[in-house]
């Protein structure tokens, strides 16, 4: 069980590099659009979370409940954005930002609200 929780906590990291870096990637463009990554980085993430917390939940770990309420919550704000915007040949630079700064935040969550980095 150890290997397949390694393996989505890998492709649950990959999913928000794809999803994040593709977003900044356009940082320079005139043109802001939900690209490829864009939208395959956002469900990678959020599916490989959902199924992360029930492995982790199966083998008996210990989950915080409400950090995983906001990291679905967000991860589902982004998902619902992204796939909502998919179709358009270019998005407002308003709801790129969000995006960006919303994916920045669910990682921000995932990284200081973890006992393994120490509390506030």
């Keep these: 069980m150890q290997a397949v929780r390694l393996i989505l906590l890998l492709l649950h990291v990959l999913g928000f590099v ?11 463009q005139a043109t802001k659009m939900i690209t490829g990554p864009v939208r395959d980085g956002a469900g990678v993430a959020v599916v490989s979370g959902v199924a992360l917390t029930a492995v982790i939940q199966a083998d008996g770990g210990d989950l ?28 407002a630079t ?19 609200w973890s006992p393994a980095h120490g509390s506030w």
């Excluded at 794809?18 to 320079?28: E, H, M, N, P, T």
């Excluded at 960006?100 to 995932?110: E, N, R, S």
């Design 18 to 28: 794809a999803f994040v870096g593709a977003l900044i990637a356009q940082r320079s």
């Design 64 to 91: 915080d409940i409400a950090k995983i309420a906001v990291k679905l919550g967000i991860g589902v704000l982004i998902l619902v954005l992204t796939l909502a915007n998919l179709r358009r040949e270019q998005i």
């Design 94 to 112: 308003r709801l790129w930002a969000a995006l960006l700064v919303l994916g920045v935040i669910d990682i921000g969550v995932a990284i200081f």
